[in-house]
């Protein structure tokens, strides 16, 4: 159960299993691990607990839930990332902010999901932290979620959402503006449909009110979109980014590799 009201605006979503596993391989030659696993060792929530069905065959899904969670990190390391994240943020440095956080349970079944965004100014205490570099970084109180990447990179931001939640998470997922848009043009782009006209230079979106097929970067501007809706808070953006989500993964399923990679 979650512990503070800081997280926001679960939706459940239908998750397009066969359009979003063909991406994920077509990516996958893109993707870095971290070894979340080692760098916190044992002191961590437990496993969520499973009974498996005695009828199930060889075959079958796996019958446990996944918690994830996803990162946007607004990092502006490369010329991509760079031209992209052009506007307010970061600057061009090598620093990064986790500027979205998202939990999203898997059900056991790998039919659907919730997701829950966890606000970046959410003030939550950061736990002392594991360095690649070794030693550790100090806990902290009252301090911004997005902090926590920032001092610590995803181990840290893992840690904090544990702590913040109780709940383990079994797998880390980041992307930063330049995979973002490549994989939304990876999917053909994404119909989505705005209530209001949105105008924010910032993010250098501009959107009459209605129903719009965006490629990878205009998509990219819609979840960076904050000044430009409502009273211009984060929550708007959440918004935003949450129904951007349903809309990617929406599509008609075809097949299963996406969740037979997360057995």
Request: glycine share 12%.
């Amino acid at each position: 159960m979650l512990k503070t009201a800081g997280l926001l605006l679960a939706g459940t979503l239908l998750l397009g299993v066969g359009t979003a596993g063909w991406a994920y391989w077509h990516l996958n030659d893109n993707i870095k691990s971290v070894d979340i696993n080692s760098a916190l060792g044992d002191n961590r929530p437990p496993h969520a607990m499973t009974t498996p069905s005695p009828s199930a065959s060889a075959s079958a899904l796996p019958t446990g839930s996944l918690n994830i969670l996803v990162l946007g990190s607004d990092s502006r390391t490369g010329a991509e990332n760079q031209e992209l994240g052009s506007g307010s943020g970061s600057g061009s440095g090598g620093g990064a902010r986790s500027d979205t956080a998202m939990v999203v349970h898997v059900d056991a079944g790998r039919t659907a999901a919730t997701v829950v965004s966890i606000p970046r100014d959410t003030l939550v205490t950061r736990p002392s932290c594991p360095l690649p570099s070794g030693g550790t970084t100090r806990e902290a109180y009252n301090t911004m979620f997005n902090s926590a990447y920032a001092v610590g990179g995803p181990v840290c931001a893992v840690k904090t959402v544990e702590s913040l939640t109780g709940v383990r998470m079994d797998h880390y997922l980041e992307i930063d503006f330049s995979g973002f848009a490549k994989l939304v043009d990876a999917l053909g782009g994404v119909t989505v449909t705005t209530d209001e006209d949105i105008d924010d230079e910032d993010s250098h979106l501009t959107l009459a009110a209605g129903t719009h097929h965006l490629d990878g970067e205009q998509a990219l501007a819609l979840a960076r979109t904050r000044h430009g809706i409502g009273d211009g808070s984060d929550l708007g953006r959440i918004g935003l980014q949450q129904n951007l989500l349903k809309a990617l993964l929406a599509r008609e399923p075809e097949a299963g590799e996406l969740w037979e990679s997360l057995r």
